[in-house]
């Protein structure tokens, strides 16, 4: 089992920045990748992921604008998520990709006022 705490949410103004911050617990050995998703009212989609032996995937939609990135030592993954949108305004989940299956978070909310 893989436990998500994530953190670092809030309101923002359009052009602002924020880091969220997930932070894994429990079988960390298990796990290969780990990514973040939004959800707006629609679909979940991915915003961006980061595979444990290298590299990362970025939605077109924030290429430019996001840094996903990882501390070993603290088993948190972080986005960073600069110039930031209206369009951006979604729950945004943690997901751990574990060879058991994946594992979510409990979300965490971003609003981004024009």
């Known amino acids: 089992q893989v436990q998500l705490v994530e953190s670092g949410g809030g309101l923002v103004q359009a052009g602002g920045s924020l880091r969220l911050s997930c932070a894994a617990s429990?079988?960390?050995?298990?796990?290969?990748?780990m990514g973040w998703y939004r959800q707006a009212p629609g679909q979940r989609e991915l915003v961006a992921r980061i595979?444990?032996?290298?590299?990362?995937n970025y939605a077109d939609s924030v290429k430019g604008r996001a840094t996903i990135s990882r501390d070993n030592a603290k088993n948190t993954v972080y986005l960073q998520m600069n110039s930031l949108k209206p369009e951006d305004t979604a729950v945004y989940y943690c997901?751990?990709?574990?060879?058991?299956?994946?594992?979510w978070g409990q979300g965490t909310q971003v609003t981004v006022s024009a």
């Open positions: 997901k751990a990709e574990a060879y058991r299956g994946g594992y």
């Open positions: 429990g079988s960390i050995s298990s796990i290969n990748a």
């Open positions: 595979i444990f032996g290298g590299g990362t």
